[in-house]
């Protein structure tokens, strides 16, 4: 369903541009940085959610050879700054909060050394009263985790990765478990369900999960002691954001913070900065090069997964299938810090249907586990799941195709979202009729096991810079400051190519550090092709502009009768005339009295988001014997607007698609009643593997964003958003049985099926 | 002198940006460069100036435990390929043409290894008979070195250093060792010579002189084996020159070499490649990261001196003292490969003063030594000793003042320099105007020791580019290609600053590499500050203009209304109306559908060049029984221009004047009969020491360059000129004696009083 553009290398699909890097392990991640004097740090790790820190004692572990230091909060340079409650670690100073806190950081000149020094600590607790659940930390009874007040974010997540406004703040604090609670409401929702012709309600349940990245958390800080210049070399999604907040807590000058973003092995929202505050505060601390790689178990246990969720919903509707109401209370369990997905949730729930009555109460919760942090689209799996279950059963009610009663309610431009703010230009019908008209949809049968959802996520946008300079062999460089999470690089060379009539070979992108930028938003939110493409193409064609201006010159031609193409520079009608990019930027590297060498700015900042929709269809069976769900056929529709790379574009909905498949049957991180986490391990915590995932066909819809660079929209959210609830509704068409909590493993589906047809 | 400009930071004196990092030795230069797997070479230098390799036994060596690979001429990937004449090396085959020609390179896993590995190597030679000087090699009984035709200079380092056009070649090349011989001329000048009513004649003999840095060569390769992917750390004056010669000495595409410039610890003119083609091939042969870093007296036997040179030259003139007839010539011993400064030093030696009848034959002789090189304002101090002297005793002969003469020949902006083309703007005059006012010229009385002399260079120019960044802390970041070897960064700052309007501790200069750039020509031929700061001007220029255009919407006024300073922006008249840059920088940032972040390109090409003219005065006692000659005033007196750091400027100008005096005094490599050298070490090879050295008062004279940023002209090579001839004229004040050959050592200078009064 791709349009077929005009273009010459836009739109089709190529391979990834450092992938033979990345197959052959030539590609050099945080933890392969090795420095002259580097010291390993090794975490010791609190045992309890919640307890005094009565003593510390280090000379055991200072004996060990190899150990050259022993860090606790107050050895550190942060030890009089508040950590931004979100995603940022360094040590618990006098009580932990939750089981996994870093307490103490060994150094040692080899990580074996550290490790055994960790193991010799002697760290003794006095344990505290811990509520690690949201009902436990509701129970008026409950003690209060933060008694003065919990640390106040200072980002909002929702904004970041966005774009969309924030909702109405419900009251001011009193000391309590509840960091947060807003409602968003428009019209009468109470009256309206009230009177409504048929209600549906359900409360659903979502579990912790873990973003799954290959590559846990890494990062080498380097140390100028004179200066007191930080470098770090790390893991990251967005180099400038972990700069400022490392200069914020170590009290440094920005200026005195290099932030440079190595290959990532997976971020998924996860990696705007744990782990750099506490690498840079250590090597500033002993003034050596310090470098803290996770493994998989530190990593799942102090890191910031995505919060559980319990949401009750209820809808109303006419017998006709017109939506009425839409009322719904969430309860977000953010972990140790506040976080607050709130505002999107409420956002994408009461914004995907046109709906005139809306109320959605949000209760923001804190719990002695590691805090909540963004994982792709964050919220919108859980809120998703939740709509459009309710949807599906609503469908079953009125005995209406449930795409058919997701046409008649669609929400399109204009209409409001949760948050009231009009959707921008967006594609959800276009993306419900491309379904209607699939096989797997079109040819269903009833209890065939096939089921259907949509999601969708409003994708972010930054303003953002970006050179671009030719080289004398032709080579066009782009110089750009975003982090490559999801192939954004492999489709940015084609639009430098593109505009500048080069083979994509001869385009390499050149990533900047936090000194060598330019600046370019964080990799999250689904911003960055729809924000930088658009600065490459302005530095292409600015880059373009001054090619043809010297090649006039050296052509005798004028700029009007000359065409890029096949990295070349030829005078239209005359087959001769014809000069190598190369030999032209030679020219004006060279030319005493010329315009000077080609090197191009350009810069954006789009003025309206353009969100991605999605409808996933999925056909499943279910085992009647153990509940086990086999997903059969994927079928991934999206609205991307334009595909610069298709290729990528595919990846990145593959990629979602699967994670979804993890969201709805396969993962959750399981804490016991003190905290301490059960799944630990990948094999505790289970990702899909390659058998549990059948292949996925995507379809792109090409609805143009305005704004976008070709029309282009934000790819990376949307493909993980409807996963979880369109195999819910596979499952109840296949079974009858209706799905009330993530990850319907063998076990809920089972017992589901022994209660009946949509029984809760 | 310096005049007062209008200016808040620009013209005033600043240390240096990366001062801090050299004194505490945090500097990082390639030596310091250390990768996993990195093999340390050791080369193995021929032992004769003129051989047959017979055997190369590497058995015992590859024995030698961490020995790795020894690596011979046909093992590089650069075996079918020419070197470029001009400071490249790599191995030799089969002939081994001077004595410290690198045969073999072993290749360890430690220095000691290597270093034992190269002990144990069993090279054999048959020794060939070898000219090993000028006169042996211009013997037509003697062997042609290269009997096939001497390998092709490819770049012309006249046109490099200089911007200044080449003479008139004299014949077509018949074998001989001989590699160029050209005339320059104008007018009559035999005639003009046979009639003149007073001429003076002399024969003026220079060293080979080393460039003397502290730093030898040294370069670390890295290779991406996959892609072929070469980069090189490495003490370089020009990452692009040195990409560009590696890419096509190993047949790579310039886009599979990076070169990454790191901290240079001096170059003068030597550092633009000599090892890195041969490091990169060995990283290429063996798949392993290559370092070498050359040891003092490999240094001095392997790399590039300046050439010895022979000049005689004839004066005539009027008894009035203007100049008739300039007759020279001029051989010039380069080594075993072409190297052509005869065009620059035909264009000084015919250009300094005006005058009709004009010839200059040059003689360029191939010799079995090392190659000749580049080495500060190439040429300069040779022909300037030979002109300024003759200058001198034409004074004397005609009973003038020698300052008068000078002036009343004094070359002037659109006179003939010796190749004819008219000399840009220049200040000879101002020059020697100041010089005529100081005291220790006006108030010298005779005898008393006290020599002048002129001397200056065209300085040469490169188009160039800048990119300026606004950070959101208000640092300003200018991103240029350049390589500071002279302190160039210091003054680019206060350009951006006095632009921009903030303190220069707020500005950043990033130097890139040939991937990040952007471009600009090699820091030679004092083209840097010229060409460069145009560029950082430009680029600084537009992020104002962005800076204003956002805060003029902030501050909700004119554009016209606003200023810049102090690292603010105001509104004029309205004294509380006041943003700093960062927070313009952060709306710019941050403001969608803005007009994105703060980002300025800058792009130059100097039309034409700027010469630099200097009169040095020196004031020297001579011991009548040693002969040993003590400066004890030191006067540079320079038209810069305008002094964009002043500090920086004088920092050239004391270095230059040093310099001077070593060649004046005490620097010769010397070499035996059979081309041994005899001073390969510094204990040998005496570098003028603190105690040699009186201070050096400079005087700047701002005479601004048409097309030069802010007025200012080159000035690294001038003050390296004059020094030479001036010690030689105040040593011929003292003590009547005339000297023609340099260094002046006691013994030199004690039989040239021995002989009496200007005899040769």
Known sequence: MTQQAPHRYLGKARKLVDGVEKVTGRARYAGDVSLPGMLHGKLALSLFAHARITRIDTA????????????????????????????????????????????????????????????????????????????????????????????KADTDLTAAHAAVARGEEQSDHVASNIHEQKRFSRGDALAA??????????????????????????????????????????????????????????????????VVPMTVGGGFGAKYGILDPLAAAAALAVGRPVRIVLDRSEDFLTTTPSPASTITIKLGATREGVLTAIVAEMVIDNGVYPFTLGGIMSTLLGGYYRCPNVQIDVVEVLTHKPQAGAYRAPGAPQVTFALESSIDELARRLELDPLELRLRNAATTGDPMGNNDPWPSMGLRQVLEAAANHPLWRERTPGSGVGLAIGGWPCGM?????????????????????????????????????????????????????????????????????????????????????????????????????????????????????????????????????????????????????????????????????????????????????????????????????????WGLHEALRYDENGELLTASLMDYTLPRAADVPSIETVLVTNPAPNGPFGARGVGEPPITAGAAALANAIRDATGARIYELPMRDEVVWRAMQKGVNKQ
Not at 225 to 246: C, M
Not at 592 to 597: E, I, L, S, V, W
Request: glycine share 10%; aromatic share 4%; with cysteine.
């Open 462 to 662: 930054s303003p953002a810079a970006a050179v671009c300079r030719v080289d004398t062999d032709g080579i066009v460089r782009v110089h750009v400051g975003s982090v490559d999470i999801s192939g954004v690089n492999s489709s940015f060379v084609l639009v430098a190519a593109e505009i500048l009539g080069v083979p994509p070979e001869q385009v390499e992108i050149v990533a900047g550090d936090t000194r060598s930028g330019p600046f370019a938003g964080p990799s999250g939110g689904s911003q960055i092709t729809y924000s930088v493409a658009g600065a490459v193409a302005a530095a292409a064609q600015e880059a373009r502009r001054q090619l043809l201006e010297v090649a006039a010159d050296m052509l005798e031609a004028r700029i009007d009768d000359l065409d890029l193409r096949d990295g070349a520079i030829h005078v239209r009608g005359l087959p001769g005339r014809t000069l190598p990019i190369g030999e032209v930027a030679r020219r004006a590297q060279e030319q005493q009295g010329g315009p000077g060498p080609i090197v191009g700015e350009g810069r954006t900042a789009p003025a309206e988001n353009a969100p991605g929709f999605v409808a996933h269809i999925v056909q499943v069976t279910v085992d009647n014997e153990t509940g086990r769900v086999q997903p059969l056929r994927y079928v991934a529709i999206q609205d991307v607007g334009f595909p610069l790379n298709p290729l990528m574009v595919e990846g990145q909905i593959h990629g979602g698609a699967v994670q979804g498949i993890g």
């Open 193 to 258: 369900l009230a009177t409504a012709e048929v209600v549906v309600a359900g409360t659903y349940r979502t579990a912790i999960v873990h973003q799954g990245y290959l590559e846990p958390h890494a990062v080498v800080a380097d140390i100028e002691p004179i200066r007191k210049h930080i470098t770090l070399y790390t893991s990251t999604q967005g180099q400038f954001g972990v700069r400022d907040e490392v200069a914020r807590l170590l009290g440094l000058r920005t200026s005195q913070v290099t």
């Open 60 to 151: 055991a572990a200072l004996k060990i050879p190899g150990v050259v230091a022993v860090l606790t909060a107050d050895d550190l340079p942060t030890r009089n700054r508040q950590p931004s409650s979100r995603q940022t670690t360094t040590l618990a100073r006098e009580v932990v909060r939750y089981r996994g806190e870093p307490v103490a950081l060994v150094l040692a000149t080899s990580l074996a050394a550290a490790e055994d020094g960790v193991a010799a600590l002697q760290i003794d607790y006095e344990p505290l009263p811990a509520p690690v659940t949201a009902e436990a930390a509701l129970d008026p009874a409950a003690p209060v985790i933060w008694p003065q007040g919990a640390p």
